[in-house]
């Protein structure tokens, strides 16, 4: 039987993958792809706790996890169609104009 | 029901290790597709059947496709396939700050999995109905404030979308 520490194990390894995308890879849609990652890790670890423990709180903060991703993305990707406007370009080391 | 777990975690895993290293932004799209799916399946087996309906409608579902719609709409694939590749400082920055965290909390699972206790289920846990109470008695508020934060994302990407909205 899987135990919380499978799961504990688990997602922190899936939050590493997505922390390593995040900070080491340059197109800025895959930067998104890998906060989603590591969105999810953390949903995960949730449940588990939930289930764990026999306590309803860590669904419910996973619910309420999803609407604010979809938040999240939604405006994360107007302002990334809104830059490209700009500089034509979704390379995060060309949105430099705030740079110094 | 042991490999059931295991099953879905290597597919994770892969599929995660997919997403981050392959070059073309649809198939780390594809990949993040699969990492949703498997997380579903995980939340079934950790009875969180609403849980899994929420991840596989919202997650595989809504954003998943708004990604896709985005890499369609900004990159075409003669321009720009692929070409965008870190350096060799900036990898291995990321790679030895996602080894220190996954070390990190392997260290803290220690401490906490003996704290943790398990505890038996009651009587239908994870169910819509009892979602449903814990919703809408103990988290009205957050449910209330949350839905404001929806509304005021999509007004908020809206606006930023709209023509001449940040004209010099």
């Known amino acids: ?100 | 029901m042991d490999w059931y777990f295991w099953i879905f975690a290597v597919i994770a895993v892969l599929a995660g290790i997919f997403t981050v290293t392959t070059r073309e932004a649809l198939s780390s799209a594809m990949g993040l597709l699969t990492v949703f799916i498997a997380h579903a399946a995980l939340y079934l087996h950790l009875h969180a059947p609403l849980v899994a309906i929420f991840q596989v409608s919202i997650y595989a579902g809504a954003i998943l496709v708004l990604i896709v719609f985005v890499i369609m709409l900004l990159m075409a694939p003669e321009e720009r396939a692929g070409v965008i590749q870190a350096n060799v400082s900036f990898r291995s920055f990321g790679v030895l700050l996602g080894l220190c965290l996954v070390g990190l909390v392997a260290v803290g699972v220690k401490s906490i999995a003996v704290l943790i206790a398990r505890r038996s289920l009651p009587d239908g846990f994870g169910s819509p109905s009892v979602l449903g109470d814990a919703f809408f008695r103990d988290y009205l508020l957050h449910f209330e404030v949350v839905s404001v934060l929806l509304l005021v994302a999509l007004i908020a990407a809206i606006y930023l979308c709209k023509k001449r909205a940040w004209k010099h």
Do not use: C, P
Request: charged residues 10%; proline residues 0%.
């Open chain 1, 1 to 100: 039987m899987a135990t919380l520490t499978h799961y504990i194990i688990l997602s922190s390894i899936l939050f590493g993958i997505g922390a390593i995308g995040f900070v080491s890879r340059r197109n800025a849609l895959i930067l998104f792809m890998s906060a989603e990652l590591m969105l999810n890790s953390v949903n995960l670890m949730l449940v588990a706790f939930s289930y764990f423990r026999a306590d309803i709180a860590g669904q419910v903060m996973v619910i309420f996890v999803f609407a604010v991703a979809a938040a999240e993305v939604a405006v994360g990707l107007a302002i990334l169609i809104t830059l490209f406007r700009h500089v034509r370009e979704v390379d995060v080391t060309k949105f430099n104009i705030l740079k110094w």
